[in-house]
């Protein structure tokens, strides 16, 4: 029986993300996309923040995947039409628009030379040209071509303009008969992750967008900055096309505007900072100002960054820019600087909108479509904003990322991994496909291939990739060699694919970027070559030469070719390796009761998984007890909690409270568990281990708190709001209480929007006055409740040096009026930092050796693609373990890590890595020198015939390579990593090349 | 005449090589005097790869690998102490500055880090000059 499909709609970064989560769990998956290619607006993005990652670069390898992913079908063009059914049983019918070309591309590009036809190109806002038939930017996926019938001079005929027809040199490629198609699709569960779109600026007459060519927005600015954008690279004014001088970067631009949006669009901020810091990068005398309402960096890591923008010298103002206007060569800017109280007029060069995120165009339809609804601000409705965040309107239907409303990237990946989590629950048929790994290459001489990637201009800007190219094609046993814009393109694997094939190929090097984030993605086009993926090398001659080296750049081309030279050496020797396979142990342990652990639970519960969950404490619900009314909605935090608690006990998930981890052994699938509780000690065997432990919350020492019993903490307050009314006092409210200060730099990213919240509903009898850095109610619905906050008479005070508090008056210096105020309080609140939960965290690392961020927060994969998984294989990351989160965060990241759960879990056995330790048993002597420094038990001496000979457990070893070197008689090798292998590396970089 | 000096790098697949790939993704700069060796642990560098590259020539070597205690395979990073340690009486007793090999841990995490371990080492090694004894800088 074949496998269950589930639709997803949308082809971004979210739409990708649940694609391979539910392809990787095995569900069948139809991905659509209603433009021509894959990738959405990460794609345009040059880089993200706050590691300043390029944007293609990690994004392209999931790209690659889901199109490859034998589980998922890829409908570009294409759009639903209707919906039919209920959940479990969809009836989905799907317009596919004809490309008129069809697969047989091989994206030459003949044919957009020879095209007549021009237009702006969408992809590059307008910035570069396209042609009517055309490939939206070079590394599309898929890359064939298409073409724009509307431009086209061939439409119906009117005109025989066949140029690209007599261009095309390959067999029926260019169709202009191609119809489109209907096609029905039977679904069990549907994912919405249509992203949305962006406020046209023209729509704000003040900011003269569209008026004054030097205005531009955002994404204009990322096109012009971008290695592969129209100026390739060249940060240039449009008007003049030199230089800009001074640059001014525009927050909320429509954006906490009650003429245009309302709510907070969440990543401009970020996304701000991160274009001002790339714009000092490339104009190091330039002046860049960024003016603000308040900066939002509420992220991990992102208040580094931007206290890193600010020690750059970019000039941050508060204030919101009014207008902007056009005086002799240059831009002004009217903005209010809220910090000296008064009106400032700006001279620039540039300016840089920020405009508010909008629903996506069509949502309307599209919720018809669904027969789900919309929100007050026309995003799609979550069935309960809290802790059902990314469930639809209907059974069946789930939502992530922009669908829901602003999001970065991070948060929308969580999202879509938790989606998929949800839509599993509807999968009964899996199917996993099988890959076989080729054994081929080893025999017969070497014949290397090597691919030169210039990485955009991140390589070919400073490395003389043509040159390094030449230089490899001369070293011996090189048959191939040749430079490529991205080596990680869907169509440069093809052309390696082929290379192989036609030139038989039996050793490939890349030189591009690094093996820990791009091998797979080689090794992988290697199998569909038909040889052993192990013969397969990479050079890293981008983080180790063009991005370190770049003001040396000969050198660096050298460096690469030397790079170059020690990965031939090592490909000469390479061996096909065949890896093991290891069974999985088909149950999940989830560390810790809270929402996000009985989240998990749940979810892993409803796929028929066999689930653990253990709590240190006697009851489970974590810090959710401890609330009384959730914002945005004000619903009672006890009522959502005794629904899970009834969830729970309608599933088999197996409670053990007053329980806790005591030790781990193992790896991933196969973990050996020994749980402490007061039954004394259990010993259990699971394949996956999600934690979800939490966080606490800051015990303050400033502000009285200890000496004054009318301060008290935010927490405190929930529980004295739940006791009864508080009525006819003065109460005065701190933020960031043990957050946002030199020792603890973060945004702890929950308390802006609790503490608006608690004002809200406390302003109507008291006397409220709320004293804070930066106003950071960027969730939803968080804007709203400030607004209504203030309305009810709410006093906001802003400080940068901390308050002071007597136990009777607040002492603070105000920045708006800048006058040194004493508020008379009779009750204090502080709003504190979430911190990590130390003792069960130091606890992790010793038997689990995860990795910590710089705050003590668990360390995701990968801080923007990888947000739920942790730096060990097998062990998932839910809700505040990996640092704060809001509740909605905290349960999709919760639902995220079940669907990596359920991926792990769905399969019998897993892939053990080949790179592993290996005895000549007729150099062996068993001195059992190597059992003996094995840290994982893997070698045994055993008895053969005539002797004795250590043997290595393929499954338990590591491939730390420690045996080998401690082996005295050479017996021991490491595959993969021959002691001949790095020799040979040796001398290569010493320019022996044997 | 201009020395440039040859120095060997072996980096750990789990800390080291990942501070080195997490420099350049920040742009920390440092000399190009150094290549990485890759390997999947510290406890992986054998002692002969070290005087092989000395018997080849190269001026410098440095082992990088995770923090002690960070090991991803439990006490790789230990292991290769004691033998650099080792090789510390070794170099001397074959008449090689022990000065030319080192031994520093950085995280992934710390991509400045790793550019000011190299930038450091490569101004010691350039400092004591070619270890042929031959043109000096």
């Given amino acids: 029986m074949s496998a269950s499909s589930v639709l997803v709609i949308g082809g971004g970064i979210a739409g990708i993300q649940a694609s391979l989560d539910l392809a990787n769990a095995g569900a069948h998956v139809y991905l659509i996309e209603k433009a021509p290619f894959l990738g959405g607006r990460m794609a345009q993005l040059f880089k993200t923040f706050p590691t300043n990652d390029c944007s293609t670069c990690i994004e392209a390898p999931l790209i690659v995947e889901a199109h490859r992913h034998s589980n998922i079908d890829v409908l570009v063009d294409s759009e639903v039409m209707t919906v039919a059914g209920n959940a479990g049983n969809f009836k989905v019918q799907v317009l596919k628009k004809p490309k008129y070309v069809n697969d047989n591309c091989t994206s030459c590009g003949d044919c957009f030379d020879a095209c007549p036809e021009a237009v702006p190109n969408e992809f590059d806002v307008g910035l570069k040209l396209r042609k009517a038939i055309y490939l939206p930017f070079p590394q599309a996926v898929p890359s064939t071509y298409t073409i724009d019938r509307d431009l086209c001079l061939n439409k119906g005929h009117l005109i025989a303009c066949e140029k690209c027809l007599e261009a095309c040199e390959v067999e029926n490629c260019i169709d202009f008969e191609m119809e489109a198609e209907m096609l029905d699709l039977d679904v069990v569960s549907i994912i919405v992750a249509c992203g949305g779109s962006v406020l046209d600026p023209r729509s704000m007459k003040n900011y003269g967008y569209g008026k004054f060519e030097n205005v531009i927005t955002n994404m204009e600015f990322e096109r012009l900055v971008s290695a592969s954008g129209p100026t390739e690279g060249e940060l240039v004014e449009l008007e003049g096309m030199e230089s800009p001088k001074r640059i001014t970067f525009v927050l909320c631009a429509g954006s906490r505007d009650v003429n245009f949006q309302g709510y907070c669009s969440r990543v401009c901020c970020m996304n701000s900072i991160k274009e001002a810091i790339l714009a000092k990068e490339h104009l190091k005398d330039a002046e860049i100002k960024l003016l603000y309402m308040d900066i939002r960096s509420f992220g991990k890591g992102f208040e580094e960054y931007y206290n890193r923008a600010k020690e750059m010298g970019i000039k941050f103002v508060r204030g919101k820019a009014s207008d902007i206007t056009k005086k002799d060569e240059h831009l002004v800017v009217r903005v209010e600087n809220t910090e000296e109280g008064k009106i400032e007029d700006m001279e620039t060069d540039m300016v840089v909108l920020a405009p508010p995120l909008l629903p996506a165009e069509h949502i309307g339809d599209l919720a018809k479509v669904l027969d789900i609804k919309l929100d007050d601000n026309g995003f799609f409705r979550s069935e309960q904003v809290n802790v059902l965040p990314l469930r639809g309107t209907k059974e069946g239907i789930f939502l992530c990322g922009v669908a829901t409303g602003p999001k970065d990237i991070a948060d929308s990946v969580a999202e879509a991994s938790g989606a998929a989590s949800s839509a599993l629950s509807y999968v009964e048929n899996r199917e996993h496909p099988s890959v076989e790994i080729p054994e081929k290459g080893g025999e017969g001489e070497p014949r290397i291939g090597v691919f030169v990637c210039h990485c955009g201009n991140n390589i070919a800007g400073v490395v003389d990739v043509e040159d390094v190219a030449g230089y490899a094609g001369e070293l011996p046993n090189v048959v191939h060699s040749e430079n490529t814009l991205f080596a990680c393109a869907d169509s440069t694997i093809e052309d390696i694919i082929n290379t192989i094939r036609e030139k038989d190929l039996n050793r490939i090097i890349v030189a591009a970027c690094s093996p820990k984030t791009h091998g797979d993605l080689f090794m992988d086009a290697l199998i569909e070559a038909g040889i052993n993926p192990y013969l397969f090398e990479m050079s890293n001659i981008r983080n180790q030469c063009s991005w370190v080296h770049s003001d040396e750049p000969e050198r660096a081309t050298e460096k690469s070719k030397t790079l170059i030279r020690m990965s031939v050496a090592r490909a000469n020797l390479a061996e096909p390796l065949i890896a093991e396979t290891s069974s999985v142990t088909k149950s999940a342990l989830i560390v810790g009761g809270g929402i996000a652990g009985l989240t998990a639970a749940l979810d892993l519960n409803a796929q028929g998984i066999d689930v653990t969950l253990i709590e240190k404490q006697e009851e489970l619900g974590g810090r959710l007890r401890e609330l009384h009314k959730l914002s945005p909605e004000g619903i009672e935090a006890s009522k959502l909690l005794t629904q899970k608690m009834k969830d729970l006990l309608k599933s088999n998930v197996n409670v053990m409270t007053s329980a806790t981890l005591d030790d781990v052994e193992g790896y991933v699938g196969n973990f050996q568990v020994t749980i402490k509780s007061l039954e004394g000690v259990t010993a259990k065997d699971f394949g996956a281990i999600i934690l979800a432990i939490g966080a606490e919350l800051y015990e303050p020492t400033e502000f009285g708190y200890v000496d004054h019993e009318n301060v008290i903490t935010n927490l405190e307050l929930e529980k004295m709001m739940e006791a009864g009314p508080i009525e006819g006092k003065t109460i005065s409210f701190i933020q960031c209480v043990g957050a946002r200060n030199e020792e603890y730099p973060g945004c702890s990213r929950y308390c802006c929007e609790v503490a608006t919240h608690q004002v809200a509903q406390l302003a109507e009898k008291n006397k409220v006055n709320f004293l804070y850095k930066d106003m950071r109610t960027f969730g939803k619905g968080a804007e709203e409740n400030y607004k209504v906050a203030s309305e009810k008479g709410v006093r906001f005070f802003r400080w940068t040096e901390q308050p002071e508090f007597d136990g009777n008056e607040v002492k603070v210096q105000d920045v708006f009026s800048g006058m040194a105020l004493a508020l008379p309080t009779d009750l204090l609140v502080l709003s504190v930092a979430m911190r990590p939960n130390q003792e069960t965290v130091e606890k992790l690392v010793e038997v689990l050796k995860v990795s910590l961020s710089e705050e003590g927060f668990l360390m995701e994969k990968h801080v923007k693609l990888g947000p739920v998984e942790s730096s060990i294989a097998g062990v998932f990351l839910a809700g505040c373990v990996s640092g704060p989160k809001r509740l909605d965060e905290t349960v999709s990241s919760a639902s995220g890590a079940a669907a990596k759960a359920a991926a792990l879990l769905s399969k019998d056995e897993i892939l053990v890595s080949p790179i592993v330790a290996f005895v000549r048993e007729d150099n062996c002597r068993w001195c059992a020198r190597c059992s003996e420094v094995c840290p994982y038990s893997a070698i045994d001496i055993v008895e053969i015939e005539g002797g004795k000979v250590a043997w290595v457990n393929g499954a338990m070893c590591t491939g730390c390579g420690a045996c080998v070197v401690e082996c005295p008689t050479k017996a021991m090798i490491l595959k993969g990593f021959k002691d001949e292998q790095i020799e040979a590396q040796i001398d290569a970089m010493m320019g022996e090349l044997v | ?137």
């Fill in chain 2, 1 to 137: 005449m201009s020395w440039d000096p040859q120095i060997l790098v072996f980096a750990c697949n789990w800390c080291s090589y990942g501070g080195a790939d997490a420099a350049g993704v920040s742009r920390f700069q440092y000399p190009p005097d150094v290549q990485i060796v890759r390997v999947m642990c510290s406890g992986r560098v054998d002692p002969g790869f070290v005087l092989r590259a000395f018997n080849k020539g190269a001026d410098g070597v440095l082992v990088t690998g995770c923090h002690l205690g960070d090991c991803h395979y439990q006490d790789g990073n230990y292991k290769a102490e004691k033998r650099v340690e080792m090789l510390y009486t070794l170099l001397g007793q074959l008449g090689i500055q022990s000065e030319r090999l080192g031994l520093e841990w950085i995280s992934a995490a710390e991509g400045q880090r790793f550019a000011n371990v190299i930038t450091d080492f490569v101004g010691k090694i350039r400092r004591l000059g070619p270890a042929n004894g031959g043109e000096g800088p």
